[in-house]
């Protein structure tokens, strides 16, 4: 579908897609699984025929009358934030059963396992890569294979000077900060991150934890980026905001 039509953003071409519409072609439906803010909502309309949009008013309104409505529509189709109506799951589930036709279900949103197999494939779906932030998803790059079969890469600065490089990396990657100003875009990570500590944890876990010990652990999380931690060093990283035992 037109995602400017629909929501008034042009869909940004992402990795995920050809994976979407290889395993369309062979499963009764997909789940699209990933951070909040990644991207997953707009993947699933692009992809889809036709959708629900389940937090909505009109939608939960026509939940509560028959659940079973909400699945009428051309497909694919997608039932995005399905898990505010978890009866969908089994009516999706059984739909797909009693069909003998691939593609019919694109879910997504956050919510605890379900059992779907042979019916759903999980599909995760990540933050925006270099490619998909600088829209080289389809130029020519690095090929792996090449790199296997020992054709290096070289490296050109003149073409890609390090300012603009370091400017990349630091460009978040979430599909609606990519383009927000500096100062938008950190703001709107901490603000994330808060949210994780004070309300993400709590309703994911039923645990009783402290927002500033869970904001004190992603830095320390952050701190050894792509180095092992031990329970111990966390432990240590987050031991001044630790509240007394009683």
């Known amino acids: 579908m037109d995602t400017q039509a629909i929501t008034g953003a042009a869909y940004l071409p992402r990795t995920v897609d050809g994976l979407v519409e290889r395993t369309l072609q062979a499963a009764g439906g997909i789940v699209l699984e990933g951070p909040r803010g990644c991207g997953k909502t707009m993947t699933g309309l692009k992809h889809a025929s036709s959708y629900v949009l389940l937090d909505s008013p009109e939608a939960l309104a026509a939940a509560d009358i028959d659940p079973r409505m909400l699945l009428a529509g051309e497909r694919p189709r997608l039932l995005d934030e399905w898990q505010l109506v978890p009866h969908l799951w089994n009516l999706a589930r059984r739909d797909i059963d009693f069909s003998p036709e691939p593609g019919r279900f694109i879910l997504t949103g956050s919510a605890t396992r379900h059992t779907g197999a042979t019916r759903f494939i999980r599909i995760r779906q990540r933050t925006m890569t270099w490619a998909e932030k600088t829209h080289a998803l389809h130029t020519d790059g690095v090929s792996l294979s090449g790199l296997f079969q020992g054709h290096l890469p070289k490296g050109d600065l003149t073409t890609a000077p390090l300012s603009g490089i370091v400017s990349e990396v630091l460009r978040p990657g979430f599909p ?66 630790l509240p007394a035992p009683s």
């Not at 645990?207 to 111990?232: D, H, K, M, N, Y």
């Open 176 to 241: 609606g900060l990519i383009d927000a100003p500096q100062e938008i875009a950190v703001r709107s990570l901490v603000s994330y991150l808060q949210d994780i500590a004070s309300t993400d944890v709590n309703r994911l876990a039923n645990l009783r934890s402290e927002p500033v010990v869970i904001e004190q652990l992603l830095t320390a999380l952050a701190r050894s980026t792509a180095a092992e931690a031990s329970i111990g060093t966390l432990r240590k990283d987050i031991s001044q905001v």
